[in-house]
């Protein structure tokens, strides 16, 4: 059997369209929950700042604090970009290796 | 053409190369189920702690009858830590435990100075708490949605 190298590299591309599909969604919802926990959070520091019911030297480490927890849910996105690579990237392998294989 | 040819041939030859040394790519660490349930653990016991602490009367708040708590989950966090560390491609997930460790101790810390605790500070702090460990307990189920072929 001869090896038709187009006709994989298309399979491989569909095989990546469609292993990533399903994770932009995923991230896109999880980044809205994070912005949205994040708005929450800095409009309730807020308001309770504005009241007078915490110092400034509390809502100055309450605002850093709720960068280092933004910061880490981010962090989150990061591992399921890499997961989502990882995983598109060797689904195209596997179509690429099958196709070697029946080829030989 | 033939330029063309070339092209295509060396632009594809890392990945013929990765296909021939029977590689796959790999950006994160294995899944590891044990991890993710300890997390969960974690994450039950330190919203258990802010529940009691809310629910004291804040004049009874005192860090000696907390310490035991605060304690006993700052080793849970470092043992946690400890197992993400020496996991190969992990580097991520122990950052973000680095983060959840040093805001414990930050309260910890807070706590024994003052030996008091604001009901507003330890309900933001309790929410937090939870995202965190959500996030932290989310990038490992990611690890194994990863090693699933689709």
Known sequence: MS?????????????????????????????????????????????????????????????ERERKVVETELLTIKLMKQAAAQQAANSAINIFMKAVKAAV | MHTAKIKKVLFYLPLLLLILSGCTVRYVADYNAEIKDETLQIAKKVDLFWGTLIDTQKSKRK???????????????????????????????????????????????????????????????????????????KGEEEKNISSVAK
């Not at chain 1, 999880?30 to 030297?57: C, F, G, M, R, V």
């Open chain 1, 3 to 63: 090896l038709n190298i187009d006709l994989v590299l298309k399979d491989m591309g569909f095989a990546i369209i469609d292993s990533v599909k399903d994770d932009v969604v995923d991230i896109k919802n999880y980044t809205e929950t994070i912005l949205k926990n994040n708005k929450e959070s800095l409009k309730e520091l807020a308001e309770a700042w504005i009241a007078n019911e915490i110092p400034d030297l509390i809502f100055d480490a309450e605002v």
């Open chain 2, 63 to 137: 860090y000696h009858d907390f310490k035991d708590k605060y304690i006993e989950i700052e080793t849970d966090i470092r043992i946690l830590n400890v197992k993400n560390k020496i996991r190969a491609f992990n580097k991520t997930s122990t950052k973000q435990v680095n983060v959840l460790l040093e805001l414990w101790l930050e309260d910890k810390k807070s706590h024994k100075n003052n030996n008091s605790f604001s009901g507003f500070i330890a309900t933001r702090h309790r929410k937090q708490f939870l995202r965190l460990f959500t996030a932290i307990a």
